[in-house]
């Protein structure tokens, strides 16, 4: 029910006028017409003769002035729901979130200022005290019971008008609650609809009357949205950063953004804003120069009339602690300058360990990078749980009679269930057809005898099309691929690919399968219109496979100064990004990018066994140590609905690195550290909800109101909110007949008709 002034007026139009003597409105109709009937009696004759407009104006006025007095000694009242004083509750909620600290308001004021001045220090919350008994709180994502307005802080990380809305139908449960009184900007970023409970509050009753705060549009603003980056990476790993901007009133404005390590600036970049209110991303490129945990902070340059400064930063954490090397195996086939190089590549990086199994000579066998004397002894691992040790897989000229039917099968489960690597190299026997290696690979593999003549041989022959120098070319995937950086900026980057030396040889393959991804390509040879896939990769099951098919990127090595690193370089993000998705046996995620004090830590942990499949029965332990180095344990329980997941869950109170350590009790002492207890990070940052979509959201705010039966007001259009709350209906409405008749505008009415008549009259010279 929308809200009624008590007026004559709308009292007619709503038939809520009555008088109070007894006497009908069909009656007093009729006293009108006998009135001005017996007033016209009265003028057919005068002393003076009169024309007949002034006849009609005397009797008109006369008329009035009878009627007048006739309404008023009839006591007239208007029936209307109006609120027991001091009867009934009113709740009043005011946002205490940080977006209410931002000046945007007239004369540069915040809008909490402008609230304290117009509303909390004004008079109408004391000219609401006279009907309601106000009871007052504070809400952000909580919400609070307040004595004042000293209790506001402004600090609130989020906003839940809903949450709010339930805490004070909680709180005042069982009193008469009148209405509720919501001051906010209506820039709500919780889960939950405040529409819906809105809809309840109206059901029973109590109207929600909200007053909105701030600017529906922020004209300068540049704000940063998100921000991803990789939150654990390997040491010496290239990185992207990819920030989100929205931004107000800069279109084509250069903004450069920066990353911040402490005090010295490690990454920057010059973009141009784009069209108004549309979010754009941007990407850094960064690699951590120190093995530890790091905060970084990303800022976008503040420009000088920006209305919101918060937003303008961020600070995300890299963990490059040290961590134990990726474990990759490789079966080479036959001693060949790829194999001597390869191993030279990995030299000096302490995040991979490249485990070989060269084979010298007929039953001959060479092993190096092995961890203990029994490591490959029997030669490739004839079971799940050795091959499963390792991350990645690498064959290079291999014959297929190297392994039997189970060795092949288990490759292809080390990819597709345990979510290994695997990378081919070089020649590939054609024995391996129709086996699971052939369905491992992103590539077809045909025949010799069914290739055009020209293509057959592959690397091992001499002046061929296949064994001729050549140039790789990249493809558009391969020009942005990680894969394949040698430096951040893309132009430096090709620049550096054109330096690099001629490769020789290629083997010849079937075409690209349906969803890999072409990295680099033969410039001028082609199979069935497609040109020979050099790099190819694609996902397969949980795990990842590429074919590398030629055997000479050692070229890169030999033909180049002796201190360019562009072949370590690539092999070396090539075996990183093949090995670093093989699932740990124990792996921890969390709810959310980041984090705000007072916000829930949400963790989860996937166990797996000794062959890599979830396990329900083990024990977990977290341990957590905050940034002023405080412990908490706690136990995790495992979902019932997911196979060898756990979960718990706790609050942040400080700013800072949080550290986790998970410890799974069921491995202990029959494990290694690495399956028995895992460590995360992650870091609490100031929030950006608060300032991202921070304008006035009038429309929600009136959609809350409506549904409850109440009504929305600008902060500037609050001077009809005593009346409007006081008579708008509620559970405890009573009804009231108030008296027209001694109103000021009918005494001021009836003695200016009075003088009209009196001044007509004698303007007339009638006595």
């Known amino acids: 029910m929308q809200y009624t002034e008590p007026k004559l007026l709308s009292a007619l139009q709503e038939g809520t006028l009555s008088f109070a003597y007894g006497i009908s409105l069909w009656l007093f109709a009729l006293l009108v017409v006998l009135i001005i009937f017996c007033v016209w009696l009265t003028y057919l004759k005068t002393t003076r003769p009169l024309t007949r407009g002034w006849k009609t104006c005397l009797i008109a006025v006369r008329s009035s002035v009878l009627l007048l007095l006739l309404f008023c000694l009839l006591r007239p009242v208007i029936t209307i729901l109006q609120v027991s004083p001091q009867e009934t509750y009113l709740g009043v909620l005011i946002d205490d979130s940080q977006s209410m600290s931002i000046e945007d308001m007239e004369g540069g004021l915040s809008r909490h200022a402008a609230v304290e001045g117009q509303i909390l220090n004004d008079s109408l919350l004391e000219e609401l005290s006279d009907s309601f008994q106000i009871r007052s709180f504070r809400f952000d994502k909580q919400t609070q019971r307040i004595a004042g307005t000293d209790d506001l802080s402004e600090a609130g990380t989020a906003s839940s008008i809903a949450q709010a809305l339930r805490y004070v139908s909680d709180q005042l449960n069982g009193l008469p609650l009148g209405g509720i009184l919501l001051i906010s900007d209506g820039a709500d970023n919780s889960d939950s609809d405040p529409v819906i409970v809105a809809q309840d509050f109206g059901a029973r009753q109590i109207p929600i009357f909200a007053i909105g705060v701030g600017q529906e549009e922020i004209p300068q603003d540049i704000g940063i949205v998100d921000v991803s980056a990789a939150k654990t990476v390997l040491e010496g790993s290239l990185f992207n950063v990819q920030v989100a901007i929205l931004h107000h009133g800069y279109e084509g404005q250069e903004v450069e953004l920066s990353i911040m390590d402490g005090d010295t600036r490690i990454a920057s970049k010059t973009v141009i804003m784009g069209g108004e209110g549309i979010t754009r991303r941007f990407d850094l490129e960064l690699t951590p120069e120190r093995q530890e945990l790091i905060v970084y902070d990303l800022n976008v340059e503040l420009q000088f009339d920006e209305i919101i400064n918060e937003n303008n930063s961020y600070s995300f954490l890299v963990d490059n602690t040290e961590k134990p090397p990726l474990d990759i195996l490789y079966i080479e086939g036959h001693p060949r300058n790829e194999y001597k190089f390869i191993r030279r590549a990995l030299e ?48 290079g000229d291999v014959e297929k009679n190297f392994f039997d039917s189970d060795q092949l099968q288990m490759i292809e489960d080390f990819v597709a269930e345990r979510g290994g690597g695997f990378l081919m190299s070089g020649m590939v026997d054609e024995e391996f057809i129709g086996s699971p290696i052939a369905d491992i690979l992103p590539i077809t593999l045909v025949e010799e005898n069914f290739l055009p003549s020209h293509l057959r041989g592959g690397i091992r022959r001499g002046r061929h099309p296949t064994g001729e120098l050549f140039f790789p070319r990249l493809t558009n995937n391969g020009e942005f691929s990680p894969l394949l950086r040698l430096a951040s900026e893309d132009s430096e980057n090709l620049a550096m690919w054109r330096l690099l030396p001629e490769l020789q040889g290629i083997y010849v393959t079937g075409r690209v399968k349906p969803g890999a991804t072409i990295l680099m390509e033969h410039p001028s040879l082609q199979y069935q219109n497609q040109a020979l896939p050099i790099l190819a990769s694609q996902r397969y099951g949980s795990g990842r496979s590429v074919s590398f098919t030629t055997a000479s990127s050692w070229r890169w090595q030999m033909m180049l100064p002796s201190a360019d690193q562009s072949h370590e370089i690539l092999w070396r993000q090539l075996l990183r990004w093949l090995a670093v998705s093989a699932p740990e046996r124990i792996s921890i995620d969390f709810d959310r990018e980041f984090y705000n004090v007072g916000d829930e830590v949400n963790v989860t942990v996937t166990v797996l066994n000794d062959e890599y499949e979830a396990d329900n029965d083990a024990t977990l332990w977290m341990q957590t140590t905050d940034p002023l180095e405080q412990l908490m344990d706690s136990p995790m329980e495992w979902d019932i609905e997911q196979d060898g997941v756990y979960r718990a869950s706790f609050i942040v109170e400080a700013e800072g690195v949080h550290s986790l350590l998970i410890d799974v009790a069921s491995a202990a002492g029959n494990a290694a550290a690495d399956s028995s207890e895992k460590r995360a990070a992650f870091v609490v940052t100031p929030s950006l909800r608060e300032y991202t979509n921070a304008e006035l959201d009038s429309g929600l705010l009136t959609r809350i109101a409506q549904a409850s039966g109440g009504r929305y007001f600008k902060l500037s259009g609050v001077g009809a909110m005593v009346d409007a709350i006081e008579f708008t209906p509620n559970a405890y409405s009573r009804e009231v007949q108030i008296d027209l008749w001694d109103q000021p505008w009918l005494l001021a009415l009836l003695i200016l008709l009075l003088c009209l008549d009196w001044i007509a009259r004698r303007m007339k010279g009638l006595s």
Do not use: H, M, V
Request: charged share 25%.
């Open 348 to 395: 000096g990086d302490n995040s991979l360990r490249l485990a070989t199994y060269l084979q010298t000579g007929p039953e001959k066998y060479y092993r190096q990078g092995i961890e203990s004397p029994t490591e490959l002894s029997g030669g490739f691992p004839r079971d799940k749980e050795t091959l499963y040790q390792y991350e990645a897989i690498i064959l």
